[in-house]
């Protein structure tokens, strides 16, 4: 496992843009694929996107595909996810992940490191 910690959540106005960081202060980042995941109120923690542990392929849920990009510098071990045109129903405790398999960023699975969280608030 890795220790991650989340940064850059916030209030924002609908349309707007926020970027997320996941940092580890592991060496072996660059093992790890990582992932968000989001969780509002009332509701069922949901999948956000992935990436592999080399950056190569990415995955989105459909609700934030086109909007949201998911990246990951190995020499900095840091991931990011740059939110673009920000919507009320994008409000939500975002969760960073990781885990040496990518298969189990999803809705169904759980990977194994999770960071605290950081609150993101889009207001209409």
């Known amino acids: 496992q890795v220790q991650l910690v989340e940064s850059g959540g916030g209030l924002v106005q609908a349309g707007g843009s926020l970027r997320l960081s996941c940092t580890t202060s592991?060496?072996?980042?660059?093992?790890?694929?990582m992932g968000w995941f989001r969780q509002a109120p009332g509701k069922e923690r949901e999948f956000v996107a992935s990436?592999?542990?080399?950056?190569?392929?990415?995955a989105y849920a459909d609700s934030v595909k086109g909007r949201f990009t998911i990246s990951k510098d190995n020499a900095k071990n840091t991931g990011y996810l740059q939110m673009n045109s920000l919507k009320p129903e994008d409000t939500a405790a975002y969760y960073c992940?990781?885990?040496?398999?990518?298969?189990?960023?999803?809705?169904?699975?759980?990977?194994?490191?999770w960071g605290q969280g950081t609150q993101v608030t889009v207001s209409s």
């Open positions: 592991g060496r072996t980042f660059g093992r790890y694929a």
């Open positions: 990436i592999t542990f080399s950056g190569g392929s990415t």
């Open positions: 992940a990781a885990d040496q398999s990518v298969a189990r960023f999803n809705d169904y699975d759980s990977p194994r490191s």
